[in-house]
């Protein structure tokens, strides 16, 4: 115990005599230590945002597209050939085991007033079905119900940036806004989801029964018909059962032949983002890969600082063995000298790292996830870092013959 105490302070006052050497000798484990957990702070919060995307969109899920138009050889997309109905979603939601539940959408952009505020946003038209397949829930109030779909209800529930906008921070439930002119009564406010990974604002949207949109605010070309459906499968487990099982209804209904093609789309959505989950890993980990490079530059720089540093200290390592020494002694100094450099360099590098990533989340609006498994991770492999780099060093300064280090000038 002595002796590591007696060679710890040999090796700190050695590096206490080269501060400017030791310092530039460290800059390189600082800012690769820095580099890797900015990194993997930055890979895990875009992780964790779309981590909160899937949450934010509900689980189990498939949405099935209308038909795309066709105009002078051009297709427009899905969704602009009205193909799907009302009498499809109840079919979908009584004849398919593997469904849960089914909502229909039909959408269109208006401006809204309260007063003397007004605000342009988007409406969607829909049941109350939308809400336990998306899991969202309401802040204040309650959701509009079946027989409001029933009966065309002018009735309405806000988004929370909607309702900010329009009430200025008063309640917005029981009060009556006017969307396009018409009436609507506010049932309730959603609770806030954020934004998608597109940067789109979730909560700048208002949802209306669907029948009382087709009807009282946007029409549709042919009574019934919906822009797509939103369906939740009974687990995840079942959600290509549920797809097939959409596939071959449709088709019968809409009596499309064998060698015809659909007429509607019908897409996984959870498999989507899961795939871009997937993908910000991947990404995560070869962000913290090319960072880990510079601590490997950082190491060479230690190894060759060491080299000098046994190279201009010769005579002071031929004293040493002549008084006693053990060779262990010599390779203890030096590793020792190289691990506290990389554990300096490792400490203010997580500092410098963590400032990094606060700075980054305030200002690219990232949620920035700075994890104690990076830190220690960083913080290990810098002190690894040392004693490999530290190591020949080290065993080049225990094999000198001490006649030859006493004579060394």
């Known amino acids: 115990m002595i ?17 400017m050497r030791s310092g530039l000798t460290m800059l390189g ?38 038909g795309a138009t066709s105009s002078g050889g051009a297709r427009m997309g899905s969704g602009t050939d009205p193909t799907l109905s009302l009498e499809d979603v109840e079919a979908i939601k009584n004849e398919c085991p593997a469904v849960i539940d089914v909502a229909p959408m039909h959408s269109g952009s208006a401006q809204v007033i309260y007063g003397n505020q007004n605000w342009s946003t988007l409406i969607w038209g829909t049941t109350p079905s939308v809400l336990y397949i998306n899991a969202w829930e309401l802040s204040a109030g309650r959701p509009f119900t079946d027989q409001d779909v029933n009966y065309a209800n002018k009735v309405c529930l806000l988004g929370k940036t909607v309702a900010d906008e329009l009430f200025l921070g008063l309640d917005p439930v029981g009060k009556i806004i006017r969307i396009k002119k018409v009436p609507f ?10 934004q998608t990974l597109t940067g789109q ?19 549709t070309a042919i009574p019934g018909m ?23 209804l449709l088709r019968q209904r809409h009596r499309i032949g064998a060698n015809q093609d659909d007429d509607f789309t019908v897409k996984n959505l959870t498999q989507m983002l899961e795939f871009a989950l997937n993908l ?36 002071e390592i031929g004293i040493r063995i002549a008084v006693g020494a053990k060779t262990w002694d010599i390779r203890f100094q030096f590793i020792i000298e ?36 990076a830190i220690i991770l960083a913080f290990g492999f810098s002190a690894g870092v040392g004693v490999f780099f530290g190591f020949y060093p080290a065993y080049k300064a225990s094999l000198l013959n001490p006649i030859d280090a006493l004579r060394y000038e």
Request: aromatic fraction near 4%; charged fraction near 15%; avoid cysteine.
């Open 280 to 315: 910000t890993k991947i990404m995560t980990l070869l962000l913290g890969a090319i960072a880990s490079i510079s601590l490997l530059v950082g190491g060479i720089g230690i190894m060759n600082i060491m080299l000098v540093s046994v190279t201009e200290r010769t005579r």
């Open 338 to 373: 190289a691990v506290t450099l990389s554990l300096i360099g490792g400490f203010i590098g997580t500092l410098i790292g963590e400032a990094g990533s606060i700075t980054v989340a305030r200002f690219a609006d990232l949620p920035v996830v700075v994890s104690p498994l």
């Open 226 to 248: 919906v822009r797509f459906m939103m369906v939740k499968a009974q687990s995840v487990h079942v959600l290509k059962d549920a797809e097939i099982q959409i596939q071959e």
């Open 29 to 66: 484990i600082i800012i690769g230590v820095a580099a890797v957990i900015a990194m993997l702070a930055i890979g895990t919060g875009a992780s964790k945002k779309v981590s909160q995307e899937i949450t934010s969109m509900g689980s189990n899920l498939l949405i099935v597209f209308s």
């Open 185 to 194: 009564k506010v049932m309730g406010v959603l609770r806030r989801k954020g």
């Open 201 to 219: 604002d979730q909560d700048d949207v208002i949802y209306v029964p669907i029948t009382t949109a087709q009807k009282k605010l946007f029409g």
């Open 3 to 19: 002796n590591l105490l007696v060679t710890l302070k040999i090796a700190l006052r050695a590096l206490q005599a080269n501060k």
